[in-house]
């Protein structure tokens, strides 16, 4: 069975300094891995997604993934962040090998705060 | 091009009554997925439907049901509400299973 693990609840960072938010997945079939961000009041979006491929994955907002299968981990990456990366990241695993995008696994979600 | 819209946005209801969600996704998309989210379970799986047909169901009680038409669009229903349904409740949007999905903004649902 597929599961994801995301090992910090909380990450406080200053303001242009570099970010790590870290996922771990388990997964007894094909693995399709995603992040979402969701900010307050809102919906998810979609910040990048590995289906196949290069395992450096680049997202939107400068965010960028690496998938390493020997790890099984899936973690993600700014180089510098803004007050307005302030949110809450989820890291998903697809629940089939078919590649669906629809039948999410989440992780508890790690909310990131930016401070000046 | 309009994003998902969920209706109604809040609701608060008793415990032993039952609520309709709905869902309006993007105009063109055929897959609708819907998600639990709380603060102690996070973000879980209820159901995805592709042309009207249920694709994939989460572990949830038959209690949780859901449905969708022919425009796309699609209900929840939660029969007999308990305390421990109080919940944003996500619909997300995709034009198949195998693409990206759009999440509306959630309808949080309050049981007293």
């Known amino acids: 069975a597929q599961s994801v693990t995301q090992l910090d609840s909380q990450v406080p960072v200053f303001e242009e300094a570099p970010v790590e938010l870290r996922c771990n997945y388990s997964s007894s079939v094909s693995v399709y891995l995603f992040w979402y961000v969701q900010y307050p009041n809102q919906g998810l979006q979609l910040l990048l997604k590995?289906?196949?491929?290069?395992?450096l994955v680049k997202g939107i907002n400068g965010f960028e993934a690496e998938f390493n299968k020997s790890q099984t981990s899936f973690h993600l990456r700014k180089p510098s962040v803004h007050i307005s990366d302030t949110a809450e990241y989820f890291c998903?695993?697809?629940?089939?090998?078919?590649?669906?995008?629809?039948?999410?696994?989440f992780g508890k979600g790690t909310k990131l705060s930016v401070k000046p | 091009k309009a994003g998902v819209t969920q209706t109604p946005r809040y609701l608060i209801k008793t415990r032993g009554q039952q609520v309709t969600l709905s869902c309006s996704p993007i105009?063109?998309?055929?897959?609708v997925s819907w998600y639990q989210q709380t603060p102690g379970q996070g973000l879980q799986f209820l159901f995805e439907y592709f042309s009207e047909t249920q694709r994939n169901k989460g572990n949830f009680p038959g209690r949780f049901s859901g449905r969708q038409f022919s425009n796309s669009r699609s209900e929840m229903n939660v029969s007999t509400l308990e305390l421990g349904d109080s919940a944003l409740y996500l619909c997300a949007s995709s034009l198949s299973p195998f693409n990206e999905q759009f999440f509306g903004p959630g309808t949080r649902l309050t049981v007293l």
């Open positions: 998903a695993v697809s629940k089939d090998d078919g590649g669906s995008q629809g039948n999410l696994i």
């Open positions: 105009s063109g998309h055929r897959s």
């Open positions: 590995y289906l196949s491929g290069s395992t």
